[in-house]
């Protein structure tokens, strides 16, 4: 595999395009190694874009909001149509904006949610939900983000050189929750095939929100918990796992 890189990447291929869609605060190294998986292992066409408000590194996390993504990802998929179907592949708020694509978009292709973001993770000593603090505390716009939830301490270090911002900006945050909840609420109208992975050590996303979806969904689909694996599901010890199933989920098989 090559080294991370937060960088769009494009892989020519044939029969269609997973278009990979990354995470709130993250970048395109967060899918880079799915990305070159499915390449490899499909032959699809593969390509990972930057959201707006994620095009640069720095200490500060600018400010964006889920119309102006959901209006990026509609100009990818417009751009890959008429060279066969276009597979959605997204983690964490990514996988969140993918749902909502399958939602509101005519898809042809299947949609692969890895770690959705429904809520934030609540430790068992923790009095309330970050949801709430957050609309508890409006004024609140940055707060220092923490270090990638891995194990292996080279694959953290590398991670650690990918990551944009030293800060998460909390208007962001606020306006993945508005997302998570207009996604949450038209599940029904999810028609493409769905394959859901989730970590059962997530220590970012609540689990459960996984489980969420798998239970709204009414059309094709499939979970997968990984009893292992953190937050960064494509990256962490189990990525072989995740690789396999959501080639195969590609495929159709």
Known sequence: MKRLENKAFSLSGRGGTALLVHGLGGGPYEVQWLGEAIHER????????????????GTW?????????????????RALRGSGPVHLVGFSTGATICLRMAEIEAMDGR???????????KPPLLPVRAEVLLDALPGLK??????????DRALRREVSRCLPFATMNLDAARSAKALIGLSMRDLGAVKA????VQGARDGVVDPAGAKAIFAGIQGEKRLVELPGSDHLVALDGERERVFDEVVRFLKGE
């Open 142 to 151: 940055i707060v220092p983000r923490r270090g990638p939830r891995l194990g």
């Open 61 to 77: 996390m600018p400010a964006s909001d889920h119309a102006q993504w959901i209006a990026a990802a509609s100009r990818e998929i």
């Open 193 to 196: 095939p769905v394959l859901i």
């Open 42 to 57: 499909t032959g699809l066409s593969v390509r990972a874009f930057h959201l707006p408000g994620h095009e640069a590194f």
């Open 111 to 121: 949609v692969a949610l890895l770690a959705p973001f429904v809520s934030v993770y």
